[in-house]
Each structure stands twice: as structure tokens, then as C-alpha cells.
């Protein structure tokens, strides 16, 4: 019999729901405006991916985005793409009762059925990648084949360190090493991807999906299909045990339980559900990652967040701001609201330092006696990016057992014409510099910053807007971080001078 592998893509279209319902940005504009990136901007880009590659995948929908975006979500049905549930706004089930998660399936389920044009939906993916202890009984009722939200099988653990911001060929060479592993080890197996438009259909990402798809169409007996026909292939070479199951019951729970320890959006199998309710049963080998890039939440208290802390810098027009929240913390435990993140180097460069407290006081020490014997030789103030590059083979010589520290840099330098050049950069705790012509951003609060600063964030800014474009940036992610806040300091640097200012924040 010949070898049967199949691949295939499931996207999550989150959109706006998933920040209505899980990421606390309802009241930012900047949230909001990712969600819209991922139905008008990233939705048809994939589609038209998938129509170049004449690949059929499936969608997990919560309700609110078809509404939303009810244009691009018919597109997605009328291109051939199986539909599947996932909530209505992305809330989590295992924080609502069996009633309300009732209510949202079966609201959810008559809506799809009319929008596939009397099709009901065959799969479910729970948002969060939560699955209840009750949800596997209330699919089964309505007739759900496949449940994509577990993982008892391969997966990949979110990192702290990179706060999920990765480049796509360090993605892309794990994708590929993983499926050549089971390419030579599985006779057959499944690798289904999970992806998200609001970060899939960024230009950058969408290259290395065409790269990948491209190579792995390189393999004999691969097929990329949509995940029903992948439950549907299991289930045709392993029939469920008739009878009762108490598998259902406390297996999928305790999965859940195990995950939840683990790591929140990592990635999942797809599961497939019997009429004998014998739920879960699996290929044998069965593979499911989502990108790197995508991994926005960790439910493990890291090292990095033990203190707390955010960093963000921005650049405007011949100027350069830095800014840092003021709150020094034991876990959840606040210690002090006076605790300074960034610090002066020269008059003209700053260095913003997020990470464990010790670390961050010996490396300001250590950045500071190193600058000056650099002055000191060179006979000239060091200049921003000379000062980037010490940061990062200081934090290189103790890649082994590196200081839990990200730092961010700002200055003013003076190219060889004498033209002021304004200077941002950012580094994780191994020294890897990623140079920026807008804004950098690091701690406990990155992800929250990255998302307003990409909707507030405009070129050439003068140095009282980019004041009010940082602070509204920095306030907006700290309030929603259990680990930093409690009122921010923000520098403002230009060729002539440095203007900070102390905001107040939120205490509670």
C-alpha cells in the first residue's frame, strides 16, 4: 500500500474577536486595527497563496469575524475551503459554564450551517486551545467529526526569550527538519500547520510559506488536504472499540490540565471524534506546529518576568525617544514604583535595560566602565551603533549563561557629512542586534507595545509628537501587563538637548 502523508494548513481567523475575547484589547485602536489586518489585508493574501499552490485548507471561524468581514469569509467558502468552528469572540471555554459554552456552539453552529449553505461544520478548534472537560460531549451532540485543539503528541513550547518575535527562516529550517524527520522515520504520518492571517499574511511570512510549500512538493506521496480528510483518513484504518469510553471523561481533561502547564498557544493535534465517543483516538505519528512568530502567550512565570518590566524606543524626525515603565516587582508582588530601566551612556545615547533586576544593575555598571575605557582610548565619545555593537558581544561572551536582560538602545550620532542620524536597536539575551528605522520594543509588555505602536507610530514625527506617540504607547500595553506599570519615565533625545519627563499610571 503507498505511503499516505498529509499536510495541510488550518488558519485561525482570530481578527478582531480574538482581541475582543482573549487579549484584553477592546479599548485599543491599536488592537483593533491588527484584528482588521487580518480580515481585509491578510485573508485574501493567503486565499490567493492557496489558489497559486491549488491547495485546499480549512478555517476556523469564531462567529464574530464572519460577521465582521462577511466579504472575505464568503470568499473563503466559495474558494472550496472547509469551514470550522472556533467560538464566537475567542472566549475561553474553561472559563465559562457548560450553559454559555452551550449557547456559543450552538449559535455558532446554526450560523456556519447557514453561511456553508446548509453544510454544517465537521470540525471545531477551541479558542485559547482550551479544550473543557464538557466541550468534547457538547461537539459530539452536534455531529462535530474532529476536534484540532490538543496535543498530546509533537509540539513546540513558546520561548520568553524571543517574546515570539523570530525570523521566518529560523521558522521555516524547523518546519522542514521536522518533516524530514518524519519523512524518513513515519511510514505515514499528518503535519498539519496552523497559521493566523494577521501575522501569515505579512509579506515576509507569506515568502516563506511559498518556499516551504515549494520544497515540500519536492516529497513523493504528499497531499495537502483540508483536516477533515485527515480525521476521516484515520478513521478509515482505526475504527473506535464499541462501547462506553471513559476516555472522553478525564483523558481529554487531564490533557488539558498537562497543556495548560505547559504552554497556551503552542501547537495541537488534530483529533478525531467516533460516534462511539471513544474521543481523541490519533495517528500514530501525528505533527502539529504553528509558527514561531505566533507564539503570544506563555502561562509559566519566566525568569524575565520576575521583576517585571517594559522597554520601548521610537524614532522621529533628527530625534529619538526611549521609555520605560517604573515598576520593580517580586512576581505579582510590587516591591517599588521608582525603579529606573533606563539609563544615560553619553549625553546622546540611552540605554533601556528590561529583565531581572540584578542582571539589570550589573550591566549598567559593566556598560558604564566599558564606555569610558573606550573614551578614554579612542580619545571620542563612542557613537550609537559602536555602542550596539559592544552591547552585543558583551551579552555574546555570556551566551552560555547569559545575563536575563533585553536591552534597547536610542541615541543621536552624526554621519561622516555631519547630518544628525537618530538610532534605535534592540537585543536579546544572547546579543542578537535587530537594527529599526521605527520603533523597538522589549519586556514583559512586548507584544501589547508592538501592537499599539504599529497603529500609532508614523515617520518623521517631531519631538513633541513623538513624545505624545511613545508615552500613549507605553501607557496603553503597561496598563494591560500584570508585571510592570505603576507610571512610566520617558526621554526624548535630539542633537541639542534631552527632555524627560515622569508620567503617572495606573497603581493597582
Known sequence: MPRQILVGFGVDVDAVAGWLGSYGGQDSPGDISRGMYAGEVGTPRLLKLFEKYKIKTTWFIPGHSLETFPEQMAAVRDAGHEIGLHGYSHENPIEMSEEQQTDILNHTFDLFTKFNNG????????????????????????GIEYDHS???????????????????????????????????????????????PDVSGRPHVLL????????????????WVP?????????????????????????????????????????????VVSEARAACLHLHS???FTTGLETNISS???????????????????????????????????????????????????????????????????????VNMYTIKEEREIAPETFARLVSSTLYERRFSPYYVEPVIA?????????????????????????????VVSGTASEKLFGVAEGLWEPDLEPED?????????MNAVDRDAFSGWGAVVHVITKDKVVTRTLKGRMD
Open 300 to 370: 509559566i512565570m519566566s525568569i524575565m518576568s520576575y521583576n517585571g518590566g517594559s522597554v520601548v524606543a521610537m524614532v522621529g524626525k533628527e530625534c529619538v525617544a526611549i521609555a520605560s515603565d517604573l515598576r520593580l516587582g517580586n512576581q505579582s508582588f510590587t516591591i517599588a514604583c521608582n525603579h529606573e530601566k533606563v539609563f544615560p551612556i553619553t549625553d546622546r545615547i540611552y540605554l533601556g535595560l528590561a529583565g531581572l533586576a540584578t542582571d539589570v544593575a550589573t550591566l549598567h555598571d559593566r556598560f558604564r566602565y566599558r
Open 286 to 288: 501525528t505533527f502539529q
Open 227 to 271: 483536516m477533515i480528510a485527515m480525521a476521516r483518513a484515520f478513521r478509515a484504518k482505526k475504527q473506535p472499540a464499541a462501547g462506553p469510553s471513559s476516555f472522553n471523561e478525564f483523558t481529554i481533561w487531564d490533557l488539558a490540565k498537562a497543556k495548560k502547564q505547559s504552554t497556551r498557544r503552542a501547537a495541537s493535534d488534530v483529533r
Open 411 to 439: 541615541g543621536i550620532g552624526t554621519s561622516p557629512t555631519g547630518k544628525t542620524e537618530p538610532f534605535i536597536a534592540a537585543a536579546d539575551l544572547i546579543g542578537c542586534l535587530n537594527f529599526a528605522r521605527d520603533f
Open 119 to 142: 453544510v454544517p461544520p465537521k470540525g471545531s478548534v477551541a479558542p485559547w486551545w482550551e479544550t473543557s472537560k464538557e466541550g468534547t460531549n457538547l461537539l459530539l451532540d452536534k
Open 466 to 474: 513623538l513624545f505624545e506617540t511613545i508615552s500613549q504607547t507605553l
Open 208 to 223: 516563506m510559506l511559498e518556499r516551504f510549500i515549494e520544497w515540500v512538493n519536492t516529497h513523493e506521496h504528499v497531499q
Open 150 to 196: 490538543n496535543m498530546a503528541h509533537e509540539f513546540i513550547k513558546s520561548s520568553a526569550n524571543s517574546h515570539g518575535w523570530v525570523n521566518t527562516r529560523d521558522v521555516e529550517d524547523l518546519w522542514k527538519d521536522t518533516f524530514s524527520y518524519c519523512y524518513r522515520e513515519e511510514e505515514d504520518f499528518i503535519f498539519p500547520i496552523t497559521i493566523h
